[in-house]
């Protein structure tokens, strides 16, 4: 998602799908082996014992089957035919969700965590020890950060990603695949009272903690706003459209309709009355908004935040000293291009040449070959969002589709904001970001690549946003705007992107109070405070994520010299998915040896055991020639293509059940 620098721009689910999507939002820390440094002590241990590729996948096929036979929303959001990856969704637990740890689905977690560190990776090929150590990664933080002493830390009710939000976000993007989605749809919706009663029960608890602390205002305003438009609101018709798409008789579709409307009046839109009424309940008890730092334990759970979100271990004090360098070299390169061309610092906004939005992704889509590995044809449309759906800060959003889906891609940007003026910079950046060579261009390279369903599942949010960040800004070369001024622009946009995440650090774990950071900052500086202690750690996935990649393209380009391929370089750095930057090193470090040895004949050794090297089919893991083994039934290697449709299950009939509830 692509959203103004400074406003918040997380656009999670937060604690909504926190549970669905515990490898998917939530970044775990690692150390240099890729691997978190932390332990848990109430994981169940088993014998260490070395397996093979097929039994490995034996294992990914049970965990990803009993991960989303706990929540019919991950299913759905991952699968539009469910059964073929033998998840049987009578079991799928039909919710919105819970805003503490469920404690059988922590259970499970750490079972699968004890499972991973159990396996030894010695006979694995490249990429499933690269999915073990990621899996183990992103575990370690899912239950260290479910420790019952982080309870009731942060903020459920921030105004992108709040539980307001994320309601109407999740039923106005609801696909119906087919005719049987229409009956958990209403479950889901009948479901949202109860959600609701729960948010306000944790809020009344935080209150009770002393660690409730939000902009009660501009919360009450947005839900006050849905309760007015109840009768022309764009979820209802957002959904009816969705009936209208399975293309069923008129008589069938109406009654559905029909269904769909009741269940939105009368569980969807009261709630948003009983939450303005509850939280006005707690208008006595709202505290004054402040980091993380400020609360107890809240600077240890800002250490995880801020790892998870950044997607690397990085100590805090590392990456202010980085971030305070790439400031310092923002500055320096900027003087420098003012020294012989004072006029490229004149032009506030650079205008490219697009008359309109239509222009653009078709312009990206022709210019990205010569910089990015070659995709498969991409099928997307784009979409303005309806006024009410519009959020202030918020410019533009990617619907990831499910991984076996046909649908088209969709981008929806909000024309109301940042519509107005196609030839805007600003907006060229942002349809880089989620379009092509950014979040959606990465969703097909995904699916041209991957070889398990496992991968779409991993998760590291500074690679997700940090890629499309980076991404987009190597494209503003192409579009003709005088060098100079497009460098000035990116280099003054990068310094600002640089600021927030130095704030970040000094609310929430420096513990600056709104004086201390004013300041610094100047006074006036409220808001920023506001959105930065409202929703910790954000801003990392974005712009630390996109540092951290800026600094392997400069490392690999110092290392080759005239032989630094850009294609190579993000052929790299995509291959492996969104997964840590210990990993991401690794590949990156892999592409430069052995562009090395091609182009100079060196005798080094090549790094045969990353992903890498795998993929261009150099020795697997197991030091034979074959590649890693493409999507088969039965486990069996062979290098047939991936499907349009997704991978398959790769590790055929379960030999060993790893989750046995016996």
């Known amino acids: 998602m692509k959203s103004q620098a400074k406003k918040y721009k997380n656009r999670l689910l937060l604690v909504f799908l926190s549970s669905l999507l515990a490898a998917g939002c939530a970044q775990p820390s690692a150390s240099s082996s890729s691997q978190s440094n932390t ?49 049987d969704l009578d079991k799928c637990k039909i919710t919105l969700g819970t805003f503490t740890p469920d404690p059988e689905e922590l259970a499970f977690e750490k079972k699968a965590l004890s499972i991973l ?71 889901l919706i009948n479901d949202v009272p109860r959600y609701v009663k729960e948010a306000l029960d944790y809020s009344s608890k935080q209150a009770e903690a002393k660690t409730f602390a939000i902009d009660l205002g501009t919360v009450v305003a947005t839900c006050q706003s849905i309760v007015n ?63 993380m730092a400020s609360y107890k334990n809240g600077r240890e759970a800002y250490e995880y935040v801020l790892q998870s979100y950044a997607g690397s271990s ?3 004090e590392v990456m202010k000293e980085e971030i305070r360098t790439a400031m310092d070299d923002a500055v320096t390169e900027y003087r420098s291009i003012l020294r012989t061309n004072a006029e490229a610092a004149m032009v506030e906004e650079p205008e490219t040449r697009f008359t309109s939005v239509s222009e653009i992704m078709p312009f990206l889509e022709e210019r990205y070959p010569a910089e990015f590995p070659i995709v498969k044809t991409m099928d997307y449309e784009i979409k303005e969002l309806s006024p009410e ?30 519509g107005s003026d196609p030839s805007s910079l600003t907006l060229y950046d942002t349809f880089a970001h989620e379009g092509i060579p950014g979040h959606m261009y990465q969703a097909q390279y995904n699916r041209d690549h991957f070889k398990h369903p496992i991968q779409y599942f991993l998760s590291s949010f500074g690679m997700q946003e940090g890629y499309a960040t980076y991404a987009a800004y190597q ?33 929430n774990y420096d513990d600056y109070s709104l004086d ?53 370089f993000n052929d790299a750095l995509l291959q492996a998915g969104d997964v840590n930057f210990g990993l991401i090193e690794e590949n990156i470090q892999s592409y430069i040896n052995n562009a090395r040895s091609s182009a100079y004949g060196s005798k080094e050794n090549k790094d045969t055991d990353s992903a890498a090297s795998d993929n261009a089919g150099d020795q697997a893991a197991d030091k034979s020639e074959s590649k890693i083994p493409a999507p088969s039934s039965n486990g069996s290697d062979n290098t047939n293509e991936v499907e349009d449709t997704g991978p398959t299950n790769q590790g055929g009939d379960f030999e060993e059940e790893y989750f046995d509830e016996n």
Not at 152 to 168: F, K, M, N, P, R
Request: aromatic share 12%; hydrophobic share 35%; proline share 3%.
């Open 117 to 187: 560190e159990s396996f030894e990776d010695t006979n694995l090929n490249a990429t499933n020890k690269q999915i073990r150590e990621q899996l183990i990664w992103e575990l370690n933080l899912t239950v260290n950060m479910s420790d019952e002493k982080f309870e009731y830390l942060g903020s459920i009710w921030s105004e992108i990603s709040g539980v307001q939000a994320s309601l109407t976000d999740t039923f106005s993007e609801f696909q119906l695949y087919t005719e049987e989605d229409v009956e958990p749809l209403i479950a």
């Open 39 to 87: 332990t848990t002590s109430e994981s169940v241990s088993y014998e260490t014992t070395a397996v093979s590729n097929t039994e490995f996948e034996n294992f990914l096929d049970q965990y990803v089957v009993k991960l989303c036979e706990s929540s019919y929303l991950l299913t759905h959001r991952y699968f539009e035919h469910p059964e073929n990856y033998g998840i």
């Open 314 to 316: 990085d100590d805090i």
């Open 516 to 568: 201390e950071f004013e300041n610094v900052w100047g006074k006036g500086s409220e808001a920023i405070y506001n959105q930065l202690a409202e929703n910790p750690g954000v801003f990392f996935g974005y712009y630390y994520g996109c540092l951290k990649i800026l600094q392997l393209q400069d490392i690999a380009k110092e290392s080759l010299g005239e032989i630094y391929d850009p294609v190579s």
């Open 229 to 291: 438009s109840k009768d022309d609101s764009p979820v209802t018709s957002e959904l009816m459209a969705e009936v209208d798409a399975l293309g069923l008789d008129s008589e069938k579709s109406e009654t559905y309709k029909q269904q769909i409307r009741d269940a939105l009046q009368q569980s969807f839109f009261p709630s948003f009355q009983t939450i303005i009424d509850g939280l006005n309940g707690l208008k006595d008890k709202n505290g004054t908004v402040k980091g």
């Open 475 to 507: 494209t503003i070369p192409w579009t003709g705007i005088d060098e100079d001024t497009a460098r000035v622009w990116e280099l003054t946009d990068q310094y600002s992107n640089y600021s927030v995440l130095l704030m970040d650090i000094q609310i």
């Open 389 to 418: 759906q519009s959020k202030n800060g918020v410019m533009a959003y990617f619907v990831i589709q499910p991984i076996d889906s046909k649908r088209p891609y969709e981008i929806r940007y909000n024309a109301r904001d940042y």
